[in-house]
């Protein structure tokens, strides 16, 4: 277990759906990463090209790769010679008829390290995804790299408190979210500020209840809608890292393309959690109802109940 | 099921240790609540007296009484002769050597329409809570009232996404949290920033992870340590009411006493879970490991585990 203080960066950009022109301008921003000292690097969510998921067609599963594959075999080079840990993102192809919204972690001497597979699969105007995603049959597992248990997942995961606490109580050190999330150019003013601002409160929210930093990374720039039926999606950046207690510790801008560290500190997570011991006081015997859709009035949650 | 917008209040006070006085104080605030034309209120932790806690002392036991007891019997008549459902909280005596810390609803026409006994208890510095308060063996079930149904928790179960999860998830239309949390005067401006933020924070991110509007009621003031061994606490007010994007509607300063109000909409409220559909996501086939205390590398929470 690593206890001394590392940075970790957030790599926020806008991509063009040309893969080498995106891993030219990413291989740029890691080296950037590295030689401002970070020891682990986030990037957003299926950086190899446009977000393909605002339509829903087949010619885009031809964007899928395997993992190992040649995006995991890219960032393990660039791991092992930037001696980076690495969180990158790939359109899994697992088999025909099979494929993953999935992150990939590379420890710092390049070894696939893991891999954690989207749980939570949205489908809203703009982000079909449940037309090309199968869910996720991993149990939630950090992946153990150099620095630590990482607790990668996937964007829409990063609504859901329930993934955040079984990374957390699966031993994770940290959370990482790769992400793609931006605003419909229709939306009033007010509803994009509503709706970012719950993106960065329910994720700095996972942090404090937590006691674990965390890290999203999201792209940046405006793509068109491939069907040209609405106005595509605005991506509002806003990439941050926040510690234990969902403090800032750097935020980018909506529209920044750069690398953004913020330093983890191993020694005081463990002593905000012995400050703040939410971990101590759960009544797992009580949450027995998670597991259900939902609990009707004749479906009980507790052996003993005094109404 | 209400499907008309109302307005709820929020009553913020600091406390004498005369039960009398502070009735007195609270009568004024509902009648203010009501004639502002509040629906329902919701009054702070242990409002009948002193935060008690502070300290271990076997004397503090007689403050605790029945439910239905001295305090339902006088809420009652305030909610009946106001016409407002009133959330308030009592040290409950359930029998010799069981006390609970008790949140009480009364309906708008003064009946006791149900209760709820703090499930997650504290104990730190300061809040000594495991020393008098037997935990809860409630499930999570909202309280029906005229107005719909009324999910209240207590103070420490603000921080649990479990608790919030599972009362949304048995029907509540809002959550609603009597607190009594303030600073250490000796902490730094900086860290009591930190808490406070984190405190807003969470509550704030359950209303977005769960759709639901949310109501917490915090005391104000200082009180002093009865032990004498530290600096007491300065409770930090800050009572706030926010909607189902976690978007505040209204939030007291940290020294305010008063009621404060903002409108609930239900119609509103099934809108946004429509559009951030997260209960129709939720992996319930992947949440076993919710229910334990710890998950190391041996449990496994799925069948399948393809890593």
Known sequence: MNAKPYLCAVI???FSDNREENWRQLESLLEQAASQGAGLALLPELHNGHY????????????????????????????????LVIIGSVFERRAAGIYHNTAVVLDN????????RKMHIPDDPGYYEKFYFTPGDNPFRP??????????????????PEAARLMALAGADILAFPTAIGWDPEDTEDEKERQQDSWMTV????????????????????EPDPAGNNAGIQFWGGSFICGPQGEIGHQAGADETGCFLAEIDPVHN???????????DRRIDAYAGLTRRWNDSTSHDMETDND
Chains 1, 2 share one sequence.
């Open 12 to 14: 926020q950009a806008s």
């Open 52 to 83: 393909f998921c605002q339509h829903e067609s087949n010619r885009e599963f031809e964007r899928a790769e395997a993992v190992p594959g040649p995006t995991t075999e890219w960032l393990s080079r660039l791991a092992d010679r930037l001696d």
């Open 109 to 116: 001497d390049g070894t696939l390290a893991g891999q954690y």
């Open 143 to 160: 992946v153990t790299t150099r620095l630590g248990k990482v607790g990668v997942m996937v964007c829409w995961d990063q609504w859901f």
């Open 203 to 222: 994720q700095r929210s996972h942090a404090i209840a937590n006691g674990i930093p965390l890290l999203a990374a999201n792209r940046t720039g405006h």
């Open 270 to 280: 463990e002593s905000v959690r012995r400050s703040w011991p939410f971990f101590r």
